[in-house]
């Protein structure tokens, strides 16, 4: 095979791989449904459906969904991906499967996720490749609209738009009145009533606001009635930030200021690409494509 034809395949896959797990489907039928597309290479005109259905058709928030799916003909321990995409076509979900020897696969997803925040048709969609064809397909189910419904006594209700986050709070020498996301300026803003000294402590959602350099944590930027500030501490974890931030009598508006807020989808996207990644490493180990030319 010369170079050119090398390169031409490679850029065939790589581009096979990143728009097959693409959001193209949020306007697809209720029904389950599958297809196959079968390789040229193998001469076979046999359609292997695979099956997927969740165990209701419409959930609350706070809600696990459980996926059930089998694979016909599927060799055990292969590998399925399962893309989940919201009504507004964005990909909120991407998951790696691997078939048990009767070619069933089973998944839970959790809805209380800060990025399922859209009301409506949520779509699963899984695909499977393998020697015998490339198949797919998908199934859909219903969730109630607007990021959280509700949220409790110890929760800060911060808005955006028409949508709602539950940030859990503690608060001394004063009171919350309100606060709100702005996407714009990636900042959440704290409305409070200072009646002494005191301090607010904030357990934030890194899905809801986040603050990077690179891939490493950098600090939240503070104001406080719009005056910088540095006294305050952070203690961050796998999925939250903790911030505690002091406050005198009388102050109002406490800004905290990140690089990433909702409903921005950072971490789907790099799982996306690794995904196409991992695909295109393995079709070459398996065909001995080459990645260099050979002289």
């Given at each position: 095979?010369?170079?050119h034809?090398?390169?031409?395949?490679?850029?065939?896959?790589?581009?096979?791989?990143?728009?097959?797990?693409?959001?193209?489907?949020a306007?697809?039928?209720?029904?389950?449904?599958?297809?196959?597309?079968?390789?040229?290479?193998t001469?076979s005109?046999?359609?292997?459906?695979?099956?997927?259905?969740?165990?209701?058709?419409?959930?609350?928030?706070?809600?696990?969904?459980?996926?059930?799916?089998?694979?016909?003909?599927?060799?055990?321990?292969?590998?399925?991906?399962?893309?989940?995409?919201?009504?507004?076509?964005?990909?909120?979900?991407?998951?790696?499967?691997?078939?048990?020897?009767?070619?069933?696969f089973?998944?839970?997803?959790?809805?209380?996720?800060?990025?399922?925040?859209?009301?409506?048709?949520?779509?699963?969609?899984?695909?499977?490749?393998?020697?015998?064809?490339?198949?797919?397909?998908?199934t859909?189910?219903?969730?109630?609209?607007?990021?959280?419904?509700?949220?409790?006594?110890?929760?800060?209700?911060a808005?955006?738009?028409n949508?709602?986050?539950?940030?859990?709070?503690?608060?001394?020498?004063?009171?919350?009145?309100?606060?709100?996301?702005?996407?714009?300026?990636?900042?959440?803003?704290?409305?409070?009533?200072?009646?002494?000294?005191?301090q607010?402590?904030?357990?934030?959602p890194?899905?809801?606001?986040?603050?990077?350099?690179?891939?490493?944590?950098?600090?939240?930027?503070?104001l406080?009635?719009?005056?910088?500030?540095?006294?305050?501490?952070?203690?961050?974890?796998?999925?939250?930030?903790?911030?505690?931030?002091?406050f005198?009598?009388?102050?109002?508006?406490?800004?905290?200021?990140?690089?990433?807020?909702?409903?921005?989808?950072?971490?789907i996207?790099?799982?996306?690409?690794?995904?196409?990644i991992?695909?295109?490493?393995?079709?070459?180990?398996?065909?001995?494509?080459?990645?260099?030319?050979?002289?």
């Open positions: 095979m010369s170079t034809k090398e390169y031409a395949l490679i850029a065939i896959l790589a581009t096979a791989a990143v728009v097959g797990i693409m959001p193209a489907f306007t697809s039928p209720a029904d389950t449904t599958y297809s196959s597309q079968i390789s040229p290479s001469g005109q046999q359609i292997l459906p695979i099956v997927v259905s969740t165990d209701n058709d419409t959930y609350s928030r706070q809600s696990v969904v459980i996926v059930t799916g089998h694979v016909q003909n599927a060799i055990a321990g292969q590998a399925v991906t399962m893309k989940v995409s919201d009504p507004n076509g964005n990909v909120v979900e991407v998951r790696q499967l691997t078939l048990n020897s009767n070619g069933d089973q998944d839970k997803i959790n809805t209380a996720s800060p990025l399922w925040t859209s009301g409506g048709v949520y779509t699963i969609y899984v695909q499977a490749g393998s020697q015998q064809g490339l198949l797919s397909t998908e859909q189910f219903t969730l109630p609209g607007g990021g959280q419904s509700s949220c409790t006594a110890q929760q800060l209700s808005t955006i738009g949508e709602m986050y539950c940030i859990d709070y503690t608060i001394n020498g004063g009171t919350v009145s309100g606060a709100t996301l702005n996407a714009a300026s990636k900042t959440l803003v704290v409305n409070i009533q200072a009646n002494d000294d005191g607010i402590t904030l357990n934030i890194r899905s809801v606001l986040d603050a990077k350099s690179g891939t490493s944590d950098s600090a939240f930027a503070v406080i009635d719009g005056e910088q500030v540095q006294q305050f501490t952070e203690t961050p974890s796998t999925d939250t930030r903790t911030i505690t931030i002091p005198q009598m009388a102050s109002e508006k406490i800004e905290i200021i990140g690089t990433q807020i909702v409903p921005e989808f950072g971490p996207a790099a799982l996306v690409l690794a995904i196409a991992i695909s295109i490493i393995a079709v070459s180990a398996k065909t001995g494509l080459r990645f260099m030319p050979k002289y």
